[in-house]
Each structure stands twice: as C-alpha cells, then as structure tokens.
C-alpha cells in the first residue's frame, strides 16, 4: 500500500508554529522564510492564515509574528484532559471494582467523543472503543450525553451530518435525536441498549468541572441481560456518586 503523502501547506503551517521557541518568540516572514526554507509569499499566505485561526498573533509596530491565543487553547484542551484523565483514574478503578463492569472516561470532541480512560483495558475489550479514538456521538451513551450538553448550533451542526448507523437499533433519525437530547439534558444521564454493538447497553452521567459546567461523561457498559430497570438504577446512583468525587478532584486543576 502507498504511503499517503503529508499536504504540504499544512506540513509547512506546523513547521512555521514549531519555529517559535522560548529562545526566539517573535519572528518576522523573512526570517522564517529564510530558517525553513520556504518562499516569502508562501510564509506570508501561511501566516495570514494562522493569524485568522488565532494560532499566531502579529505586532502592529514591528509587524512580526508570535504564536497566539489559540495555541494555549489547544494547549490547554491537552493539558486539561491530561488531568482530568490522572486524577479520575483511581477513582475509577474503585468504580469498576464496585460494579465489576467496563467502565470509561470521555471527552466531547467536535461531533464525537473521545476516551481517556477505560477499564478493565484487556485483549477482550480493547478492540471495542480504543483510548484515543473518535467514536460517533450519536450512537454511545456518553457522546449523546455529552452532545446534550453542547450548544444548540453544535447540535444542528452534528445532527445535519450523516448519521451512519452502528447496528439496526442506532437511531439516525434527526427530529428523534432532537426529542432524546433534550430529554437527557432534562434527565442528566443518558441510557443505550444494542446502538453501538449487540447484546451491550451503556449508561452515562456527567462530570462537571468547577463552574459545573460538563466536562467529560461517565458511564458503565456491560451485556443487555446485565441493564434491568432495577439494576440500571442502582449504576445510575453509582456512577452519579463517583462522577461527583472526580468533580471535587477537578476543583484542583487551574
């Protein structure tokens, strides 16, 4: 299989933002030009573009370049997921050791949502839900959960998408996504059975951080026969008890 070949406008904004260093934080187009060897007008077209996107900010005397406020903002979303992930970690060990069923840390990311943490993590579960991965919000309970959350042009955004469907029992349906969104943010826990993969049903709660907005969603998953109304109830006690220890752990991350 051919290697995919990196575009190179995009290869030569990285190499631009990874320029700039403690050591030299403000450059102009002719210098990088010079450093990366690339053409002025292409430095000058890249910079105006990360300028747009805040990445890069520039002086209005000497008109030379720093990185902008968008690099601490995707530095930030990092550093706070690297946090977030530390701290809840052995608050859910005891969580699964608790309910002796998978359980996972998520994230909303643009549309989807991404784990940060998942246990137990062995060779049976791994396959499913990787740490790192993108997974639809519209078809697992912590991305419903968390897509409930969002504002409701991020919702219209992500609903006007194709909705692909995971199994025969993945809603895909807009105007009934709508109607369950807003019965979760009603509710604040969010309940799948057979959307993502058969025979498993997953249960979702929100973490929320200092100023109690959600930040990240918790949630158990295990086999349909093991997600009773009366047992979902006593996992929805659960989880909400250990969402609000993780909440109180966040209240140390600046």
């Not at 608050?91 to 002796?100: E, G, K, Y």
């Not at 469907?165 to 809603?171: D, Y």
């Amino acid at each position: 299989m051919a290697k995919e070949q990196p575009l190179s406008s995009v290869y030569n904004a990285i190499r631009i933002l990874q320029e700039f260093s403690d050591d030299i934080p403000v450059m102009g187009v002719s210098e990088l030009g010079e450093r990366l060897g690339i053409a002025k007008s292409t430095v000058h077209r890249l910079l105006c573009t990360l300028r747009e996107t805040g990445l890069v900010e520039q002086d209005s005397h000497s008109h030379k370049y720093r990185l902008g406020i968008g690099m601490f903002v995707i530095g930030s979303v990092f550093y706070r997921s690297a946090e977030l992930r530390a701290k809840a970690f052995p608050i859910l060990v005891d969580l699964m050791q608790r309910v002796r069923r998978i359980v996972r840390l998520g994230i909303y990311d643009y549309g989807s949502v991404v784990y940060l943490c998942k246990l137990p993590e062995d060779k049976e579960t791994r396959t499913f839900s990787s740490i790192g991965t993108r997974v639809p919000c519209h078809s697992t309970a912590v991305g419903k959960l968390l897509l409930a959350f969002q504002s409701s042009e991020e919702i219209e955004r992500v609903l006007s998408l194709p909705l692909k469907a995971r199994t025969s029992n993945t809603m895909t349906d807009k105007d009934e996504l709508l109607e369950q969104l807003g019965h979760i943010r009603a509710v604040r826990y969010a309940l799948t059975s057979e959307e993502s993969r058969y025979d498993v049903c997953s249960l979702a709660v929100p973490v929320y951080d200092e100023s109690q907005h959600v930040t990240a969603a918790l949630s158990i998953t295990g086999s349909k026969s093991q997600f009773l109304p009366t047992q979902v109830q006593e996992f929805l006690g659960t989880l909400r008890m250990f969402s609000r220890l993780i909440t109180e752990q966040l209240d140390g991350i600046e």
